[in-house]
């Protein structure tokens, strides 16, 4: 038998793939349900009139008298814009940062020889198992009584600067890339710090992308820290605003769904717009 | 490589330090030898978080299955298949915060789930879902497993397009039907991926925090009912100021992660010998 031979199809099969195909999409349908409904839920409630009943028998999802008057309640009484702000600069410097420090940190993990290299490398390997809370009662002793930065965004940003999977990934990425091309280069005698700049880190912008998608959504909803630095109002991000939020409005569902779908949107939006180079992303670090 | 030192490397020793003192983060850390731990081993509410923490180790079985099962079905080619993943994403991206409060709209006592039980006349008094004790830890285990669907979906689907097409056309001309297909070859073909979710699952269940407290805040749910060990670490380190005691409920957790990841680590090594 050679290998052209076509495989034997099961017979009718043109009205079973239709069959099955109805199948599929009424599962796929079901289970996008299940994961959007919280959030069309959300979204209903907060275009309700007051008119509108959020509490009902039956529920009653489409409002009567659609309205943005929530949103503007919302935006006048809180710093919504400032929320949006600090969440931004935070992630921001975060990424930009983050991966400076940790592609120039997994560089010699992953092409240079040295003594140790493995060892060290193992050590910051064995900290993932390390949780995080615990390191966070230490972090909380510093930025009070060490860095003294207690309720400020820079509290936020500094632990996070460097992150041992971060270094994990991209060391996966320049270990991936053949040694020729930075044999080549030092036998020209560049430095090392040229290689990893002019030659590595174009090479791996793929991956440089996903991390940093990955490093700017941690960021964003990040909600422990922040939580544990912040208290001046116009200093929160988004994610512990969002929690004053729920604090001012307590009864007014409208209100804090309002706030939900304002954080939300543009999150998605930023995923949505990167989804492609996302999902190749985590095919190449697997 | 700094940043990590200070952050990561220093408070381990810091936290074992301070597992020995009674400190209130204010004044200057006390030494009191071994009193913490003796406390922690006659604390009632510890070995309740412990137990709670162990039990939501049920929700790593239920996410692999179900991830690989909806890894398969997206992996087909069909029209519309990428705004079904970006979907089944929203919850991974949409941040922990925003989750609670949806959830809290539909669970609530007046909430969509009743209302619609009490419309369909399946119910005839409202549920109190998040006031019922012993509904506290099935409602956070649901919550981690719908946040976790896409992600780990997402892992799966990677892990399923790394597996050469030979395979399933020899297992077809060996007469596979389809489900038998994927039982002998995309189960066997995910193993990599299994051990990953299975790690990072296990671990983010043992620590799991953000899911009891946004749904049923600070206090972890009624009659401790919620409790699990980092909601306890948190409340006694920054609630009560107790920064010795909570140490040591750190260092226990410590001690837990380890031997699961040491006991990990031994299996996969085995099967590396075996298979």
Redesign the interface.
Known sequence: MTSSTP??RKSGGKLRRIAG?TF??A??TL??I???F??V??LA?SLKGPTDAI?????QLIPHQPTLDNYRRVWDQLPIASFFLNSIVVSVITVAVNLL?TSL?AYPFAKMNFRGRDAIFFL?LA????????????????A??VFHYYDTLFAVI??S????FNIFLLRQAFKAVPNDLIDAARIDSTGELRIWWSILMPVVRPSLATTAIITF?NQ??D??WPS?MLHTRSKMT??VG??AL?GMFTSD?RG??AG?VM??IP??IF??AL?RQF?RG??GT? | ?L??G???????F??VY?SFTSYD?VTPPVWVGLDNYAKLLNDQTFWQALLHSFTYLLVVPILIVLCIA?AI??N?K?PG??A????????V???????G???R??LDT???LN??L??MKIINEPVQWLAEPNYTLPIAMLLTT?MG??YYM??F???L??IPKERY?AA??DGCNSFQKHWYVSVPGLR??MS?VLIISS?AAI?V??EVFILFGPSGGLLNSGVTI?LY??QQ??RLQH?GY??AL??A??II??GF?ILNMRRIEREEVVG
């Open positions: 495989l034997p195909n599929l999409y599962i796929l289970v996008a299940i994961t959007a919280p959030f839920w959300v409630t509490y009902s028998v039956p529920p420090f940190a910051l900290t993932f198992v390390v949780p995080p809370q615990l390191t966070q009662i230490p972090s909380f002793v510093m009070v009584n500094f632990p600067l460097a992150t041992v959504g964003w909803n909600f422990f544990l988004l994610q969002l929690v729920q569902m804090i769904a939900v954080t939300v999150i998605i995923f949505l989804q999902e985590i095919s697997m | 490589m940043i990590i200070v952050f990561v490397i220093y408070p381990i810091a936290v301070y983060i909806l079905l997206v087909r069909v298949i990428n079904f993943r970006a979907i089944y994403y929203i919850p991206i949409s941040g922990s915060v925003a989750i409060i949806a959830w709209l539909i007046n909430g969509l209302s619609l009490l419309a719908w669907l896409g997402m892992i689907l990677a892990g397009q790394n056309d077809q001309i990599p991926q990953f671990l620590e925090f953000n980092v670490l948190w380190a920054f920064a909570a140490s750190a260092i957790l410590l992660t380890m990841s």
